[in-house]
Antibody, heavy 120, light 108 residues
């Protein structure tokens, strides 16, 4: 069965960077794109970006364009989200999410979430 | 960016009753709309895609309708496990993919 297992919780100071990982199993990694979605406390879901796991092509939300990098390691079936210049408003649960194929649509599969807390 | 607006913010319903949740897009998204259910401390669960197609394993009491800018998720007879927050998401024009603000379905 499809599983997305994310790295653990992080506490970072303002201005620092964080890197969250998402290890996929149960399907052919390069057949499905991966997305990152975050949710601040009590807030709506917010899409951050997408990576084509086959060739590394990325698409980002303009809101995060200057601060976010999504990469993948095909040998490890793992996708990474790096967010820099952290501020308190980046405190959120970060999810990876995917669906069969490379097209965007509804996300069938989600990781368990990684809590990132930004605090001085 | 397409803005998704959900109403009401909170819906109080008794078990066994019908619930209708609304989602409006700031411009047409055709039928490229998904619905999710989220319970506290959990990741979202896909309920519907293509506006009206149930995802795998979703009970038949959930149905979706609409196209263009107006969409509805209907739960025909609320069960205890259905009390949660529901989000719509458009994937017609991206980046970015955008979500609505959610509707909390609570026990009346």
């Amino acid at each position: 069965q499809v599983q997305l297992v994310q790295s653990g919780a992080e506490v970072k100071k303002p201005g620092a960077s964080v890197k969250v990982s998402c290890k996929a199993s149960g399907y052919t990694f390069t057949n499905s794109a991966m997305n990152w979605v975050r949710q601040a406390p009590g807030q709506r879901l917010e899409w951050m970006g997408w990576v084509n796991t086959a060739n590394g092509d990325t698409r980002y939300s303009q809101k995060f364009q200057d601060r976010v990098t999504i990469t993948r390691d095909t040998s490890a079936s793992t996708v990474y989200l790096e967010l820099s210049s952290l501020r308190s408003e980046d405190t959120a649960v970060y999810y990876c999410a995917t669906r069969p194929g490379l097209a965007v649509a509804g996300f069938d599969f989600w990781g368990q979430g990684s809590l990132v807390t930004v605090s001085s | 960016e397409i803005v998704m607006t959900q109403s009401p913010a909170t819906l109080s319903v008794s078990p066994g009753e019908r619930a209708a949740l609304s989602c409006r897009a700031s411009q047409s998204v055709s039928s490229n709309l998904a619905w999710y259910q989220q319970k506290p401390g959990q990741a979202p669960r896909l309920l519907m895609y293509g506006a009206s197609t149930r995802a795998t394993g979703v009970p038949a009491r959930f149905s979706g309708s609409g196209s263009g800018t107006e969409f509805t998720l209907t739960i025909s007879s609320l069960q205890s496990e259905d009390f949660a927050v529901y989000y719509c998401q458009q994937y017609n024009n991206w980046p970015p993919l955008t979500f609505g603000g959610g509707t909390k379905v609570e026990i009346k």
